[in-house]
């Protein structure tokens, strides 16, 4: 009991994260995570800017001549990083000759897996996949940090499953038009800082509280581990708990009276 109530305080912790990222970005309530019609900018405030990504990005096609440049990957859990640095056990490709090349600050979107938020914005120079999009930032009135938290939230993300095409929802794509298309809200740049120390704030407090609850519930699971090892070898007498309780139940009762 005591390792599960842990394991749903993490969860609940990134909830609490994503629901402050959706109220600073779009305006959300906290406590309400969906817009109440189609359009997912609905709450947001009348000072920020709604403007079409086509008037800040535009899609960029260069392709890698040797393929010898740092592989890239995208993820919805880390954005866009290095593929070197996962381990992946998918087949590689024998050539990554004709990949596209990746800029720092560009935008790259996993055309078939945008669905789950698989987009980000490169810190890195590389080459993708050919089936990615990559867009290329042009107006200057979006920092990367702020559009990576953007692209990534869960409002952007479901605005962008609305809008990719497929027949089934495991084979939807978001491409490029769609995703021009698409209205984003563009504060000014201070106010984009302001953002973005705000979350910074709170993810410092939220991380140390996760590394701290890891911890605990590290500690729990050799607790655990030491009680079961213990009844069997005879050290403690389970027959002086009741046995209307279960296994389990009596190991978690015990852990907790150990933790007073």
Known sequence: MLIELRAKFEAKVQESREALVASLLVGLPEESQRPSTTDWLENLPCEINRERAKVHF???????ENGEEELLTVSHLAGVTKRSEKTVNM?????HEGYKLVQPDDLVI?????????MGVSKEAGLISPAYGIYRPTSGKLLPEYLDLLVRSKPFVAEATRRSKGIHSSRLRLYA????DMRLPVPTL???SRILQQVRARA???????RKNAKATEL????RAALITAAVTGQIDVDSYTRTETTSATLDRI???MQE
């Open 58 to 64: 535009r899609e960029r096609v260069e392709l890698s």
């Open 91 to 95: 087949i590689m490709a024998e050539s």
């Open 110 to 118: 996993n055309t078939m897996w945008a669905w789950m938020g698989a």
């Open 177 to 180: 038009d769609a995703f021009l």
């Open 190 to 192: 201070e106010r984009q």
């Open 204 to 210: 410092a407090r939220e991380d140390t509280l996760v």
């Open 220 to 223: 729990l699971r050799e607790y």
């Open 255 to 257: 852990e907790g009276e």
